[in-house]
């Protein structure tokens, strides 16, 4: 596989910079252009910056690339495929970085100064890379027509989006290119109406974790408007039902102990990994949102450890219907616990490839830097599938260290090496004299 092809179709006057950018991500070093151009044979500084921050090529089709890609490469084994959605964020600080605000990051578990994007990634088994990302802007970016526009954020994109509606947004743009058998996502998404709706009428299945104050209904709610005098202006139009809803951790309680069942859900270094589980027929209707066809008709999963500790709600539209058998509890499960692979690629991406080492401030260098981060790590994924009959137990890291060490250097010398650390005094020089200026 020839990773530079992906690139010169869509530029061909880029195409160097692309390779070299993509050998700065491989090398042993801090992500950013400074240290990338240090390591990186033939690479120039102010070149390489351009090609991230200036250069006009769009980033969507090295992504659409990659989901061709990865789709193809996963559609020769008989696993079944998942689309997960998983949000990341990082430490940011300054006020100037696209959509940089406080707010909830993950990586940290609490709110802080950051930026979080939004990831689309396909996973199967044990393997997972990102497909698709969308970058999260807070009310307070969208509602500042100017701080958007300095920053370089394209008009159509200066609408503010919730983090589920950025999520469906990906899953229509990819309907047409990926095959995957569901879609998965933490309780941030599946707490989503919106977004389970949207799935529904693409006619996708998916497998959603609920919090555990999500109500659900065990019967049809049937909503109606009641009769009696007409609220404000003289219009009945509240929605109720007479159905009684439950929270999905009390109905927990009242489970008896013959309705769980011990599944495997994964191959783990010490043998088959197990939860209990157990599945209950559902009904979930948002009575916020006040419409009568809102009601949705699902699968309750809920799992446990054996102990009874760490226990997961998730709700699915795969459910028994016109003769058609659903999945069982053990397939459930498994595509509940699958998130964690999408996890581990999110941080393999951070860790091997420095998808957060990046010091740049607009839309456009963001999404350039992030789009090759992804496809770096779909060429690293790519020759672990290939190998894996030769070298069961090649990872990620493994692969980075080949390459590393392949690739040429920049400074073989040391006197070389002293000429690289000049430079960066130069450079940090320079910045120093802008800032007291």
Same mark, same amino acid.
């Given at each position: 596989?020839?990773?530079?092809?992906?690139?010169?179709?869509?530029?061909?006057?880029?195409? *160097?910079?692309?390779?070299?950018?993509?050998?700065? $991500?491989?090398?042993?070093?801090?992500?950013?252009?400074?240290?990338?151009?240090?390591?990186?044979?033939?690479?120039?500084?102010?070149?390489?910056?351009?090609?991230?921050?200036?250069?006009?090529?769009?980033?969507?089709?090295?992504?659409?690339?990659?989901?061709?890609?990865?789709?193809?490469?996963?559609?020769?084994?008989?696993?079944? %495929?998942?689309?997960?959605?998983?949000?990341?964020?990082?430490?940011?600080?300054?006020?100037?970085?696209?959509?940089?605000?406080?707010?909830?990051?993950?990586?940290?578990?609490?709110?802080?100064?950051?930026?979080?994007?939004?990831?689309?990634?396909?996973?199967?088994?044990?393997?997972?890379?990102?497909?698709?990302?969308?970058?999260?802007?807070?009310?307070?970016?969208?509602?500042?027509?100017?701080?958007?526009?300095?920053?370089?954020?394209?008009?159509?994109?200066?609408?503010?989006?919730?983090?589920?509606?950025?999520?469906?947004?990906?899953?229509?743009?990819?309907?047409?290119?990926?095959?995957?058998?569901?879609?998965?996502?933490?309780?941030?998404?599946?707490?989503?109406?919106?977004?389970? $709706?949207?799935?529904?009428?693409?006619?996708?299945?998916?497998?959603?974790?609920?919090?555990?104050?999500?109500?659900?209904?065990?019967?049809?709610?049937?909503?109606? %408007?009641?009769?009696?005098?007409?609220?404000?202006?003289?219009?009945?139009?509240?929605?109720?039902?007479?159905?009684?809803?439950?929270?999905?951790?009390?109905?927990?309680?009242?489970?008896?102990?013959?309705?769980?069942?011990?599944?495997?859900?994964?191959?783990?270094?010490?043998?088959?990994?197990?939860?209990?589980?157990?599945?209950?027929?559902?009904?979930?209707?948002?009575?916020?949102?006040?419409?009568?066809?809102?009601?949705?008709?699902?699968? $309750?999963? %809920?799992?446990?450890?054996?102990?009874?500790?760490?226990?997961?709600?998730?709700?699915?539209?795969?459910?028994?219907?016109?003769?058609?058998?659903?999945?069982?509890?053990?397939?459930?499960?498994?595509?509940?616990?699958?998130?964690?692979?999408?996890?581990?690629?999110?941080?393999?991406?951070?860790?091997?490839?420095?998808?957060?080492?990046?010091?740049?401030?607009?839309?456009?260098?963001?999404?350039?830097?992030?789009?090759?981060?992804?496809?770096?790590?779909?060429?690293?994924?790519?020759?672990?599938?290939?190998?894996?009959?030769?070298?069961?137990?090649?990872?990620? *890291?493994?692969?980075?260290?080949?390459?590393?060490?392949?690739?040429?250097?920049?400074?073989?010398?040391?006197?070389?090496?002293?000429?690289?650390? $000049?430079?960066?005094?130069?450079?940090?020089?320079?910045?120093?004299?802008?800032?007291?200026?």
């Amino acid at each position: 596989m020839c990773i530079r092809d992906r690139f010169t179709v869509y530029r061909r006057d880029n195409s *160097p910079q692309f390779r070299l950018y993509l050998s700065g $991500l491989f090398h042993e070093c801090k992500h950013n252009i400074e240290r990338m151009d240090e390591r990186t044979a033939e690479s120039k500084y102010q070149q390489l910056h351009h090609f991230i921050s200036e250069s006009p090529w769009s980033y969507k089709p090295v992504l659409q690339s990659v989901a061709q890609d990865l789709s193809a490469l996963f559609g020769r084994r008989a696993e079944p %495929i998942g689309l997960i959605i998983d949000e990341s964020g990082h430490r940011k600080s300054g006020s100037k970085s696209v959509g940089v605000s406080r707010q909830y990051l993950g990586s940290i578990g609490k709110t802080d100064n950051g930026q979080v994007g939004v990831f689309a990634a396909l996973s199967q088994g044990d393997d997972a890379a990102m497909v698709d990302v969308r970058l999260y802007l807070p009310k307070e970016w969208t509602d500042d027509k100017k701080r958007c526009d300095k920053a370089g954020i394209p008009s159509e994109e200066q609408a503010f989006k919730t983090k589920p509606r950025l999520a469906l947004d990906m899953i229509e743009d990819t309907a047409d290119i990926l095959n995957y058998d569901w879609i998965g996502g933490d309780a941030a998404y599946g707490d989503s109406t919106e977004l389970r $709706l949207g799935i529904a009428d693409l006619g996708k299945k998916f497998v959603l974790d609920v919090r555990g104050n999500q109500y659900v209904y065990l019967d049809h709610p049937k909503p109606y %408007i009641p009769d009696g005098p007409a609220g404000q202006g003289g219009v009945k139009n509240t929605y109720k039902t007479d159905k009684q809803d439950f929270m999905v951790r009390d109905l927990l309680k009242a489970l008896p102990a013959s309705q769980w069942r011990t599944c495997t859900f994964r191959q783990g270094t010490k043998g088959g990994m197990t939860r209990q589980a157990t599945c209950l027929d559902v009904f979930i209707w948002n009575k916020r949102r006040n419409k009568k066809e809102d009601v949705e008709a699902l699968r $309750l999963i %809920i799992s446990r450890e054996e102990d009874g500790s760490e226990v997961k709600f998730s709700v699915t539209n795969d459910i028994h219907q016109d003769g058609y058998q659903a999945p069982c509890e053990s397939k459930l499960l498994f595509r509940q616990m699958q998130r964690y692979w999408v996890e581990r690629a999110i941080q393999d991406c951070k860790d091997t490839l420095g998808m957060t080492d990046y010091q740049v401030r607009t839309w456009r260098a963001w999404h350039h830097h992030i789009a090759l981060t992804i496809m770096a790590l779909h060429y690293m994924l790519e020759q672990k599938v290939v190998h894996e009959e030769q070298i069961p137990l090649l990872s990620c *890291p493994d692969i980075k260290f080949f390459l590393a060490m392949n690739l040429p250097r920049k400074a073989s010398t040391e006197e070389q090496a002293w000429e690289l650390v $000049l430079k960066r005094h130069q450079l940090r020089q320079k910045d120093l004299n802008r800032y007291q200026t």
